[in-house]
């Protein structure tokens, strides 16, 4: 989300003087709109905008794929799901006995930036999965449909169905969610619609609550491929506030040193751990047909921010099963386990920020008795700077064993 944030802000930083520089402004408005039509006419004509596994793969050898900022294969149990919407990239793996755990990105990133935080949970017993969202990595995206809540669901209903083992089925005790950024509010707009799919959710820095006004700008009076434009140009400029947070502080006050800032930016995943977040972001740019489409379609629709409807519902649920007696198996089941949300923050981060989230979030989830509030050191990246504590918490949240 932060690089959300700037990307926003950036495009309004060259824009916010029309007033003074109309006619220059006015040239330029319809000269990128112009040249950006065209580009994109050719490619929105068709109703899926393919991944690099149809426009890049097949061009380069093994030693060129096994070079890639983001290779296929950077995580186990890797595998392709076609849909009428497009092809998804899926990953699955862990004990095929264990608590089944789906894990959701953000905005700017592919599925490998969770990739440690999977692994940790798999090394407590889970079962673990992750998707690259429309228009990241190599998933596909729609060309003609707005990244919303909808389409989002639809792309899990699809993963999730996928797998040879059931995710859905009541035998199977359904399946827990973490959401990161873009992901937590896609993950509990979910878990509002589907009481008995999901038995646990887990929010790290999520959206979904973000105030309107940290995004700054309405998006709607500017052509959309101005403003891809300028995404494209900050995003090229994307860099990580890398820190050293040493334990996560799951000590409900957030107290302890918010950690120091070092130059080295975190590996996109434990299996590369020499490949940057900017390497993989700037690898999207140059070789995703969708990212830009859909990084700004998000921008748009995506549940990023107003989603107290949602989170509403969610709240309404885990009152009444709080409320139940434990003999009454029908409220039981349309709530959580232990009857509350895990929500974990960075000590750090300016956009999705302890002072504005913790009264909303409990507000909107109906009270402090529904929601497990906790402070990690670090930024906005805590899930991926440390994975490790992010997981002790999660697993401690879980009652698993180390």
């Known amino acids: 989300m932060s690089v959300?944030?700037?990307?926003?802000?950036?495009?309004?930083?060259?824009?916010?003087?029309?007033?003074?520089?109309?006619?220059?402004?006015?040239?330029?408005?319809?000269g990128l709109a112009i040249t950006f039509k065209a580009r994109q006419k050719s490619t929105l004509n068709t109703s899926t905008i393919p991944s690099p596994r149809t426009t890049l793969l097949p061009r380069l050898s093994p030693s060129e794929i096994a070079a890639l900022p983001y290779r296929p294969d950077m995580l186990p149990g890797g595998r392709w799901v076609d849909s009428p919407y497009g092809i998804i990239k899926v990953y699955e793996?862990?004990?095929?006995?264990?608590?089944?755990?789906?894990?959701?990105?953000?905005?700017?990133?592919p599925s490998p930036v969770l990739g440690g935080?999977?692994?940790?949970?798999?090394?407590?017993?889970?079962?673990?999965?992750?998707?690259?969202?429309?228009?990241?990595?190599?998933s596909d995206s729609p060309a003609d449909l707005v990244h919303d809540t909808r389409l989002y669901t639809t792309e899990i209903l699809l993963a999730i169905t996928s797998s040879n083992l059931s995710w859905t089925g009541a035998a199977s005790g359904g399946f827990s969610i973490i959401g990161y950024s873009l992901g937590g509010g896609i993950a509990a707009s979910f878990t509002s619609y589907f009481p008995r799919l999901v038995s646990s959710l887990v929010l790290l820095a999520p959206c979904g609550l973000l105030k309107p006004e940290?995004?700054?700008?309405?998006?709607?009076?500017?052509?959309?491929?101005?403003?891809?434009?300028?995404a494209g140009r900050q995003l090229r400029n994307y860099k990580v506030s890398a820190v050293v947070p040493g334990d996560l502080d799951d000590q409900r006050d957030g107290t302890g040193d918010a950690g120091v800032a070092v130059s080295d930016v975190p590996g996109i995943s434990t299996s590369a751990p020499n490949v940057s977040i900017p390497d993989v972001v700037a690898w999207q740019l140059e070789?995703?047909?969708?990212?830009?489409?859909?990084?700004?379609?998000?921008?748009?629709?995506?549940?990023?921010?107003?989603?107290?409807?949602?989170?509403?519902?969610?709240?309404n649920r885990?009152?009444?099963?709080?409320?139940?007696?434990?003999?009454?198996?029908?409220?039981?089941?349309?709530?959580?386990?232990?009857?509350k949300v895990l929500v974990i923050v960075g000590q750090?981060?300016?956009?999705?920020?302890?002072?504005?989230?913790?009264?909303?979030?409990?507000?909107?989830?109906?009270?402090?008795?529904?929601?497990?509030?906790?402070?990690?050191?670090?930024?906005?990246?805590?899930?991926?700077?440390?994975?490790?504590?992010?997981v002790s918490s999660i697993a401690e949240f879980w009652g698993l064993n180390s």
């Open 4 to 30: 959300f944030h700037a990307s926003i802000n950036v495009i309004f930083r060259n824009l916010h003087t029309w007033q003074v520089r109309l006619p220059l402004f006015v040239s330029v408005v319809a």
């Open 93 to 109: 793996w862990g004990s095929e006995h264990g608590k089944k755990v789906l894990l959701l990105h953000g905005i700017s990133n």
């Open 117 to 138: 935080l999977a692994s940790g949970l798999v090394g407590r017993g889970c079962r673990v999965m992750l998707i690259d969202l429309w228009g990241r990595g190599y």
């Open 214 to 230: 940290k995004v700054t700008y309405s998006t709607r009076f500017f052509p959309e491929s101005v403003l891809q434009y300028f």
């Open 287 to 315: 070789h995703h047909q969708a990212f830009l489409h859909s990084f700004m379609s998000c921008v748009r629709h995506a549940p990023t921010t107003n989603q107290h409807s949602d989170w509403r519902r969610l709240g």
């Open 318 to 339: 885990l009152t009444a099963q709080n409320a139940a007696s434990a003999a009454d198996p029908e409220i039981q089941r349309d709530g959580l386990e232990g009857g």
């Open 348 to 390: 750090t981060d300016p956009i999705i920020t302890e002072e504005d989230l913790r009264p909303d979030a409990i507000e909107a989830l109906g009270g402090p008795q529904n929601v497990d509030f906790r402070i990690a050191r670090g930024g906005h990246e805590f899930p991926i700077n440390n994975p490790k504590s992010t």
